[in-house]
């Protein structure tokens, strides 16, 4: 709902704003929510090699999982946001260097 929504929007923004979304993992989110999410699961599971294999079988790209797991201080709350904003790192395609302006 939230991508149909966004959508009409789309046109109207610049290459910049694009890169920005892209970049924060919110396109991958809106417009694959059940992959993020599935992919978020395996994470909150601790099935990170798993999670990396799906993530991976959807064109996502590489990311550093050393060190991954829940923090003793994260509240369950907090380890699902940890969770989903990793999956959307993790769901982005590869190959596509980010670029930092200033």
């Known amino acids: 709902m939230l991508a149909s929504t966004l959508e009409p929007l789309h046109t109207t923004l610049t290459d910049r704003q694009r890169d920005i979304l892209d970049e924060s993992g919110f396109t991958m989110l809106t417009t ?5 999410l599935n992919c978020a699961f395996l994470l909150a599971l601790n ?3 798993d999670a990396t294999a799906y993530a991976e079988s959807f064109g996502g790209c590489t ?8 923090d003793k201080d994260d509240d369950d709350e907090q380890w699902w946001r940890r969770c989903i904003a990793r999956s959307a ?11 930092r302006g200033r």
Do not use: D, E, L, S
């Not at 990311?63 to 829940?70: A, D, I, S």
């Open 32 to 36: 694959n929510a059940a992959a993020v």
């Open 47 to 49: 099935y990170v090699r």
């Open 63 to 70: 990311v550093n999982n050393t060190g991954w797991g829940r």
């Open 89 to 99: 790192a993790m769901m982005r395609p590869g190959g596509k260097k980010r670029q």
